[in-house]
């Protein structure tokens, strides 16, 4: 059995820096374009900025590979003429929200929403996206669930607005998802595979913790008949982190799944086991270019049924990362790529 995907996109992604982008950018590049989180250290808050770090990625990408960053600002109040210049730089995406200190590098997000409300108004009337980092203070299981009435407010207030809830991981996120046409979400690969349980219920996995932590079976369960049933306004995006071995493998271990190099393997597998790998194309390209009037450079990716070996690990630059699925044997893999 065998899928071409055309293009297909990761609408979630951390390429970080220096020498980890230069671990990650070859080896998130079978997609043909991502969204690029900007929580670097410091943050990327200016245009300027994020065109230096585009220029980086594109240099960290392999010679000959299609791959285009879609290039995202760390929310902070900003005024008519800062949006205006970051949306008239190239490749820019949109804005990133995250509350002050919910995960990492976000020490410097929105502590008072009322704050923002400028800035919003102004994304509104420009059309440019509002990606959010949607958990609350609260009890770690409770985070998303206690922060679905803040997206509710903001759907409410600022109607033309479009909000991405970004890597949902509950049922509740879904039924919130139904009920805005301003609203549209990510779910990663890891939330549609595993739960509580995989992390914490047995010995600790570190390389499986990621914010938002995973769920419930049920959650689970909804977010991924959700995505092999392609729901219209829900996208991939791996949120693939990564973070070197020795502060996954640590007292203190860092939120993160890296996944790049193996998510269109695994999704392929689950969209093939349930009988649904028609709707995958659909899942990582068609809704996000429906959504947001993307039209991608053009890749084609075949995938088949034929193993694929995970390493233990990537190495390189003098940087480690342990992926998701670390030793193990796949059943799919990529059989090529086309650059056309
Ligand atoms: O697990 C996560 N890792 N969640 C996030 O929101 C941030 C990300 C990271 O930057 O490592
Ligand atoms: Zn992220």
Known sequence: ???????????????????????AAPLSSDFAGAVVMPNLVPPLTNAADMLAYAQRIREATPAGVNFDPLMTLF?????????????????????????????????GGVSNLADAHRTLSIMEERAIPLLVHGESHGFV?????EFLGIYRQL????????????????????????????????VT???????????????????????????????RDALLQAALNAHPRLMFGSDSAPHPRCKKESCGCAAGCFT?????????????????LDNLQAFVCDNACNIHGLTPSS???ILHDQPMQVPSSYRSYGETVVPMFAGEQLPWSVKSIRES
């Open 141 to 145: 299981m409770d985070r998303e669930e």
């Open 75 to 107: 929310f902070t109040a900003m005024n008519e003429q800062e949006l205006a210049a970051a949306q008239e730089a190239p490749g820019f995406f949109g804005l990133k929200l995250y509350p002050a200190g919910i995960t990492t590098n976000s020490e």
């Open 1 to 23: 059995m065998e899928i071409c995907l055309t293009s297909p996109l990761d609408m979630h992604l951390h390429l970080r820096d220096t020498t980890m982008l230069r671990l």
């Open 299 to 301: 890749k084609r990716v």
């Open 260 to 276: 790049s190099p193996l998510s269109l393997p695994k999704l392929a597998e689950l969209f093939a086991t349930h009988g649904k």
């Open 189 to 219: 690969l890891q939330h549609l595979i595993i739960t509580l349980d995989d992390i914490a219920g047995g010995m600790l996995q570190p390389h499986l913790f990621c914010k938002p932590i995973a769920k419930r079976p049920a959650d």
């Open 155 to 186: 759907a409410t207030k600022y109607p033309k607005l479009r909000i991405s809830m970004e890597h949902i991981t509950t049922a509740a996120a879904l039924q919130l998802l139904d009920e805005f046409e301003n609203l549209c979400a990510t």
